[in-house]
């Protein structure tokens, strides 16, 4: 069994569109999470949601918003899409076992190419 | 903003070679991640330190993380072809890490049959 899941793989659009992006995980997680990596590899934490309490890096643009129908799923949608927003996105959970480490298990992402 | 500095940024070697990445940071981090990832697939965690100078062991792979908590290195001995990848150190910050992690960018490593 997968983990952590994301649908779609790729996801191809145009400019102006809104799109979403789903994630389920299965490890009985408390946390999970969006990354974002660019075209260079470099891994960016777009949003944490832990019970309820959504973190935002302050980066992100109020374009994308997280959305948790409960605790084993994240979806991301993104309004307006950019072309800046191509890239590959990754969800990703963890587990607090008292330690504060939050080891990350991540989903196999999601390319998104704006055209 | 906690950064991590990756180093070297690419790396190829040939097979039964050592080598050695480095993760460098001015800030402390409560304890750093090792992740490696394949071409098309989401990064994969190979262990954790937490305190400074640990020195962890997975096989041919020797993590080590500095005194004061702000740097770590990953050393493989007699690479192979199969350690192709790109590793990335990721810290925990002050914050712990329910508000994610803070990444550095990645080594890309490639070992030549």
């Known amino acids: 069994d997968t983990a952590v899941s994301q649908t779609p793989k790729y996801l191809v659009t145009q400019m102006g569109n809104d799109k979403s992006i789903k994630c389920e995980q299965n490890?009985?997680?408390?946390?999970m999470y969006w990354y974002k990596q660019d075209s260079k590899k470099f891994l960016k934490i777009m949003f944490s949601?832990?019970?309820?309490?959504?973190?935002i890096n302050e980066t992100v643009p109020n374009r994308f918003s997280p959305k948790s129908p409960d605790k084993a799923h994240l979806n991301l949608h993104i309004n307006s899409l950019e072309l800046g927003d191509s890239a590959v996105y990754f969800c990703?959970?963890?587990?607090?076992?008292?330690?504060?480490?939050?080891?990350?298990?991540f989903g196999p992402g999601t390319r998104l190419t704006v055209t | 903003t906690q950064l991590l500095e990756q180093s070297p940024q690419f790396l190829s070697i040939q097979e039964g070679e050592n080598l050695t990445v480095y993760c460098n940071s001015s800030?402390?981090?409560?304890?750093l991640q090792w992740y490696r990832q394949e071409p098309g697939e989401g990064p994969v965690l190979l262990v954790t330190?937490?305190?400074?100078?640990e020195v962890k062991k997975l096989k041919r792979l020797t993590f080590q993380f500095g005194d004061a908590r702000k740097d770590s290195s990953l050393h493989i001995t007699a690479a192979q072809t199969g350690d192709t990848g790109l590793y990335l150190c990721?810290?925990?910050?002050?914050?712990?890490?329910?508000?994610?992690?803070?990444f550095g960018k990645g080594t890309h490593l490639i070992i030549q049959p």
């Open positions: 990703a959970s963890s587990q607090d076992t008292g330690t504060g480490v939050y080891e990350q298990y």
């Open positions: 490890l009985g997680h408390d946390t």
């Open positions: 949601y832990n019970n309820k309490e959504l973190i």
């Open positions: 800030s402390v981090f409560s304890s």
């Open positions: 330190v937490v305190t400074g100078g």
């Open positions: 990721a810290g925990v910050g002050p914050g712990g890490g329910a508000d994610g992690l803070t």
